[in-house]
């Protein structure tokens, strides 16, 4: 029986044209001097973004935890929406290696989403010397933990301009922000407008066996690369890796496959009785009475996911077909019970 890996979309594997291309890579040392194919990475990554320049680091943990070194200053506050990636799945990185003090901000624009209100009022005025200092907002796009959910340009802009209004820096986590560009159609450049820094990852939904970015103004990616060296991230004749994520960047439009892949298993779902949000990009939150169990009905028919408090989480990705998902909608249906119980 296959097994239909749903837990992610970071467990895909190099297409052919990948391995092809990675074989034939234009190679130097990126810490001597530059590797050229990682160079040209960095460049088209940048320009999609549209920032000055853009940083390749082995993962998208150390692409955030860059900015957040950049960014701010022992024991500066900063703020994020609750159940950020950037909060609670990077083992405490902002807290032990920025030295930064986490606020989470909760859900009051919807799954996922704070207001402009929100980070105004958070913010606060300069106190005195002993106060508590706010020096910058993380923003997530789509936000991972609450299903996968889109900031559209104009919401993000707005949440920037509260930010600035209160000299607040800011850092956007779009590891999967070319999801949110295929959802709402907005350009990526319009949906990082403002930011100070942004990371994006290859690795989850574009199928790279590795790699983030993290992008900016030049002299803060020239400080990124001296902090990236510093974390163990440099690395040598990278262009291996990195023509991977350039042939990855051509899979950006089948992004809406994967959505529409999402979309289908959650219709699914919900004729079996069970109560969830239909997913705006390719995550899907299936809450249940008994996760454990569900998880483990689940595996016994060969549709892997994961736990996530009370809740199911799948993720859609390029190397399920649309015959996996018809089959996992099979499988699904014989777990009922176990789903609903």
């Known amino acids: ?29 990126d ?12 460049l088209k990554v940048a320009e999609m973004l549209g920032k000055e320049a ?5 993962t998208g943990c150390m692409s955030n935890v860059i900015a957040l070194m950049i960014h701010l200053r022992r024991g500066d506050r900063f703020l994020a929406p609750a159940q950020s990636h950037i909060l609670g799945a990077e083992l405490g990185t902002a807290a032990w290696l920025a030295l930064g003090m986490p606020e989470a901000l909760p859900w009051d624009g919807g799954p996922g989403k704070i ?10 005025s300069p106190g005195p010397y002993y106060s508590l ?35 607040l820096k800011v850092h956007l986590d779009g590891a ?8 709402t159609g907005d350009s990526l450049a319009e949906l990082c407008k403002g930011a100070d820094t942004v990371s994006v990852c290859l690795s989850k939904g574009l199928g790279a066996p590795m790699g983030s970015l993290v992008a900016g103004d030049r002299g803060t990616i020239t400080e990124a690369r001296r902090i990236r060296k510093m974390l163990g991230g440099g690395v040598r004749q990278g262009g291996v890796v990195a023509v991977a994520g350039l042939v990855a960047l051509d899979h950006i439009p089948c992004l809406a496959d994967d959505h529409a892949k999402a979309k289908r298993l959650a219709e699914a779902f919900i004729s079996i009785g069970l109560e969830l949000a239909m997913p705006e990009t390719n995550i899907i939150f299936v809450p249940v009475k008994r996760p454990t169990l569900a998880v483990a009905k689940l595996e016994s028919v060969g549709v892997r996911c994961l736990p996530v408090g009370n809740a199911l989480r799948f993720i859609t990705h390029r190397n399920l077909h649309d015959s996996d998902i018809k089959e996992a909608i099979k499988r699904i249906e014989l777990a009922t019970d176990d789903l609903l119980g």
């Open 115 to 124: 207001t402009p209100a929100q980070v105004t009022a958070a913010a606060g």
């Open 133 to 167: 200092r706010t020096t910058l907002l993380c923003l997530e796009n789509t936000h991972n933990f609450a299903g996968g959910t889109c900031l559209d340009a104009v919401s993000h802009r707005a949440l920037v301009e509260a930010a600035q209004g209160k000299n």
């Open 54 to 58: 853009a940083l390749w680091t082995p």
């Open 1 to 29: 029986m296959k097994t239909i890996d749903l837990r992610s979309d970071t467990v895909t594997t190099p297409s052919p044209e990948m391995y092809a291309a990675m074989a034939r890579a234009d190679v130097g040392d």
């Open 31 to 42: 810490v001597l001097e530059r590797d050229p194919t990682m160079e040209r990475l960095e």
């Open 176 to 183: 999967r922000l070319w999801h949110a560009s295929v959802a």
